[in-house]
């Protein structure tokens, strides 16, 4: 168990290091002179900030400082909170506007996560036990996960919004109210959450429906439930446990999804304009506001890799196996 | 007689047609015998032992049946035969290393299968227990997971379980392929010391190999593309093979009582036949040194001496 | 010698088994057909319509009519021409970048499984770490950089960030293949590494492998798609995704048109749903057991 969990910790330590590396490289690698492509483009909506920022990125980028030192300055203001100044937010720090963001974007993501993968492995074991169900749930399973996200998401909006006028299309909450712990507000928020809620739900909830499907009759052919079979077991028994051992591999399946599905609560959000991570990283693209860019990445893989890190002790728990350290697990 | 199995017919259903796997297999096995079947591979060994206790999905009972202690097993009716399994039908699988639920605990699980059955696992723990000591098993595997134990604990603890409700017929398939040669040899004597200490009435031992099976079986049938050509007991069966497929079994072997042998079956030139669409008449013609043509048609079975009977035209020369 | 002829001609009938099977398999012949409809319509639509997809040609936010199948857009721009030319996108992407994460993925897993030992701790340790990576958000951060961005860079750099499941699963079928008696055999005739997997190897993965080509092809069309979305698609060509794009930056939603986001949307879940449906056909031909369910 010593070892899973080392051997865990170093890949996450390693994704860490590779991506804020990444991020450090990629500006001063690419062609060009973004730095100068930013400011330009900036300057001439925020002719007063201008200045500031130009003096701010030119100790950033600073030319007489060599690069091995740049390196090691970008590690240490991250270590000390400091992911750069916003441009098109000037003069507010990055980690603070990210802040701002990031409560919106967990409270789509984690419940359409965690619910997707709940209802979709019930609605997943169902249809591997009953094959009337399964030809119905397969088809819509196999179209729900080739939707891509944000098409699911302008189809809700179109419908549930312009047609159907029963959800607001754009924002958190309403321009009129500002945020408040008051019952109005709250219900006004929820309204807004509803339809990207949906959206991610619906996208995320075919793909796992399908795994366990996939599954749970992979494990109903196995050697254990074959000899259990054939000591007369009932299936009742037999299908707990092919559902118990099948949701194993679903666990490690929701960390090694959350990229895909992060990438899906980013373009849910451009699509409904909903004040999350995504719209952030839509304005910071547009405006060419490399910082802000930089610091959602950061987010979004430290995001990934703590949820990463979270379904790995539940799968230990879950899984005698790893448990018990003599197979390792999957790695 | 525990068990009488009259022209046994299983097919398994293929988008090509049906394979033959058992085609009229007929034989009995007296009270407390112990039968080695021995053949090359899909001659239909697994087929036979699977549908004496159950037929997966993709296999059909076609005709023929299985009377097991003066009742006949509803071979064909998976339902009807549940009351039957573990408690009068019991198998110890080709594949005993994976056979237990890799996620719960052995006591648990057995405890749970069990109750399913309708028997209280609190009765029958004291045996439990007695019986992995006598194979040499401690108590405690039982609050062990699977993967904690060795593969021949693995395998102990599945011949225990399968034998747990002193089935009348134990079908052992190829119990002993996946282990070492002082583990087979331990096996093998566990499953004829079960025999004798009455907790199951009588065997059926699949393998490859025939000089294993000829130290525990009392009985050697010979089985070549779904049929039964030779049955007599083992040491006629060895030092007097009739059939001349049993006779090239015999040949490839070296010598009888080394440990080996196993694979040596493939060394018979020729390929079997498939058993889509079998061929008629005698259907080792085709690799037969002693094919003429009477053998186009269907070899009788011959009662050459009490209790050899081979299906062959040449059996009596 | 002999078992080895007996295997060879094995392999050449299950392949002509495989192939019958898998013509009639009604799954993948449903799969294929929309596949393969929409390729012929984006390879030979282009020839009959106009080169350029972005002309103003019409009347602006027309709805479909039999001179504008689909429609135009908030500009007066041809959407089924736009739509044509954006399949032809999306199977480039689709080809490139699926079929360089294929490379990448073969060569890593080979490698790991093959050789074993220390090579195999790096690569799979590489592995593990392109796989926790959020790959959407490193392709948005990267593209963002690219001033002038094409369909095949989008491919490029696509690929290069989704090959770590593809190399996982033919590193795991490599372990379990090399230990077999025909490889040992080559190995003792004195082949070398990449013949034997070539030869010896590949060949008794076929079927898996084809059903990843197909999975990355899927994979790497609806990425795009995303990137295309967020604003860092092809800056001189037109895609589906560009198209959902434009199309909800002058809020084609508030005016009703849904000709311009419908069919965009719906050729990508066409195309991706068949792929998908193409695979599970596959999976019963390759696994006969799959196939009496
Ligand atoms: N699921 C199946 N579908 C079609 N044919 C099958 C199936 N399983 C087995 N067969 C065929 O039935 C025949 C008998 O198979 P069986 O497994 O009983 O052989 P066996 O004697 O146990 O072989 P082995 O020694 O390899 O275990 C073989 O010819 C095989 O090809
Ligand atoms: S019946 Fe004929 S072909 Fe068959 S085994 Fe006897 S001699 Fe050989
Ligand atoms: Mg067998």
Redesign the pocket.
């Known amino acids: 168990m010593g070892r899973y969990f080392r051997r865990k910790l170093l890949i996450y330590g390693l994704t860490f290091f590779i991506a804020v590396s990444i991020n450090f490289a990629v500006p001063r690698l690419m062609p060009g002179d973004p730095v100068a492509r930013m400011l330009t483009r900036n300057s001439v909506s925020n002719l007063e900030s201008s200045e500031a920022m130009r003096g701010y990125f030119n100790d950033i980028f600073g030319l007489d400082v060599p690069l091995w030192k740049q390196y090691l300055n970008y590690w240490v203001a991250l270590f000390q909170g400091d992911l750069g100044v916003s441009v098109f937010a000037f003069p507010a720090p990055v980690s603070s506007v990210v802040a701002d963001a990031l409560p919106y974007t967990l409270a789509l993501l984690l419940p359409s996560i965690l619910l997707s993968w709940i209802v979709g492995n019930a609605m997943g074991a169902m249809a591997a036990r009953n094959k009337f169900l399964d030809n119905g749930a397969l088809p819509i399973g196999y179209v729900l996960t080739a939707v891509p996200y944000m098409w699911l998401a302008i189809l809700l909006a179109w419908v549930g919004g312009i047609i159907l006028g029963w959800f607001p299309v754009a924002g958190g909450y309403s321009f009129a109210l500002t945020p408040a712990f008051t019952w109005t507000f709250i219900v006004d928020l929820v309204h807004h959450w509803v339809l990207p809620f949906l959206s991610l739900f619906l996208v995320a909830l075919g793909g796992w429906a399908i795994g366990m499907r996939n599954l749970v009759i992979y494990e109903l052919e196995s050697d254990y439930a074959n000899y259990l079979q054939a000591l007369g077991a009932p299936n009742r028994l037999v299908r707990r446990y092919a559902f118990r051992n099948a949701v194993l591999p679903q666990v490690t399946g929701l960390a090694l999804q959350l990229g895909v599905v992060v990438g899906g609560a980013l373009v849910t959000e451009v699509v409904f304009a909903y004040p999350g991570l995504g719209s952030l990283l839509l304005n910071a693209v547009s405006n060419q506001d490399f910082f802000l860019l930089q610091g959602i990445l950061l987010f979004i893989v430290i995001g990934v890799l703590v949820f990463n890190f979270l379904a790995d002790i539940v799968y230990v728990l879950i899984d005698p196996r790893t448990r018990l350290g003599l197979e390792g697990g999957q790695s | 007689m525990t068990l009488e199995v009259e022209d046994l017919q299983v097919h398994y259903r293929t988008m090509k047609g049906d394979v033959r796997a058992l085609d009229g297999v007929s034989f009995s096995l007296a009270d407390g015998e112990i039968v080695g079947l021995a053949g090359e591979s899909g001659c239909g060994k697994t087929t036979l032992g699977k549908s004496l206790i159950r037929l997966d999905g993709r296999m059909q009972h076609v005709g023929g049946k299985a009377v097991l202690d003066g009742a006949e097993l509803p071979i064909g009716d998976d339902r009807a035969m549940n009351t039957h399994r573990w408690k009068e039908v019991s198998i110890i699988p080709q594949y005993s290393m994976s056979a237990l639920n890799p996620t719960r605990k052995i006591g648990k699980m057995i405890a749970e299968l069990l109750r399913s059955r309708g028997k209280s696992y609190r009765e029958i723990k004291g045996e439990l227990v007695h019986r992995l000591e006598l194979v040499g098993l401690s108590e405690k595997v039982l609050d062990n997971y699977p993967i904690e134990l060795s593969g021949g604990m693995k395998q102990r603890v599945v011949m225990v379980l399968s034998t747990l409700l002193d089935p009348s017929l134990l079908i052992a398939d190829e119990v002993t392929s996946a282990l070492d040669v002082t583990n087979q040899k331990a096996v093998a004597e566990t499953l004829v010391r079960f025999r004798d200490m009455g907790f199951v009435k009588s065997m059926i031992v699949v393998t490859h190999d025939l000089s294993l099976v000829y130290q525990i079986a009392d009985t050697i049938m010979i089985m070549y593309a779904g049929r039964i ?1 030779e049955k007599a007991p083992a040491e006629t069966i060895i030092k007097a093979p009739k ?3 049993t006779k090239a079994l015999i040949g490839a072997l070296p010598e009888v009582g080394l440990e080996h042998g196993d694979e040596r079956l493939q060394s018979i030139p020729g390929k079997p036949p498939q058993l889509l669409n079998p061929p008629t008449g ?1 259907r ?2 085709d690799r ?1 040194p ?3 043509d ?2 186009a048609e269907e ?1 009788p079975v011959v009662a050459v001496d009490a209790g050899h009977e081979v299906s ?4 009596e020369d | 010698m002999s078992a080895e002829v007996v295997l060879q001609t094995e392999v050449v009938g299950r392949r002509n088994e495989h192939l019958y099977f898998a013509l009639r398999n009604p799954k993948v012949a449903i799969g294929l057909g929309i596949v393969l409809a929409l390729l012929v319509l984006g390879l030979v639509g282009p020839f009959f319509l106009s080169d350029s997809p972005n002309e103003y040609v019409g009347p602006k936010s027309e709805a479909p009519s039999g001179e504008y199948w689909l429609g135009t857009t908030y500009f007066g721009q041809d959407v089924f021409t736009q739509f044509v030319h954006g399949l032809r996108s999306s199977y480039l992407v689709g080809a490139l970048g699926g079929g360089i994460s294929f490379v990448i993925g073969l060569a890593i897993g080979f490698a790991a499984g093959y050789r074993g030992g220390m090579v195999d701790e790096i690569l799979n340790m590489i592995t593990n770490v392109v796989l926790v990576l959020p790959a959407l958000a490193v392709l948005i951060v990267i593209s963002s950089y690219l001033e002038v961005r094409g369909v095949v860079t989008q491919a490029v750099i696509i690929g290069i960030f989704s090959w770590p499941w593809v190399a996982r699963a033919v590193r795991a079928q490599t372990f379990t293949l090399r230990n077999r008696d025909y490889v040992d055999l080559a190995r003792l005739t004195g082949k070398r590494a990449p013949q034997i997997i070539m030869r010896e190897i590949m060949p008794n993965m076929a079927s898996y492998l084809l059903m990843s080509v197909i999975l990355l092809f899927g994979g790497a069309i609806l990425f795009a798609a995303m990137l295309d979305f967020i604003g860092l698609g092809p800056t001189n060509a037109v895609s589906l995704g560009t198209m959902m794009q434009q199309s909800m930056a002058w809020s084609s939603l508030h005016l009703g048109m849904w000709w311009w986001f419908v069919p965009p949307g719906l050729a990508i879940t066409l195309i991706v749903g068949a792929l998908y449906i193409t695979n599970v056909g596959l999976d019963e031909v390759f696994n006969p057991k799959l196939r009496e369910m």
């Open positions: 050509v059939h001349p497929y005698c080792f013609r037969c002693l094919a003429s009477e053998c070899p062959c035209w040449k059996a």
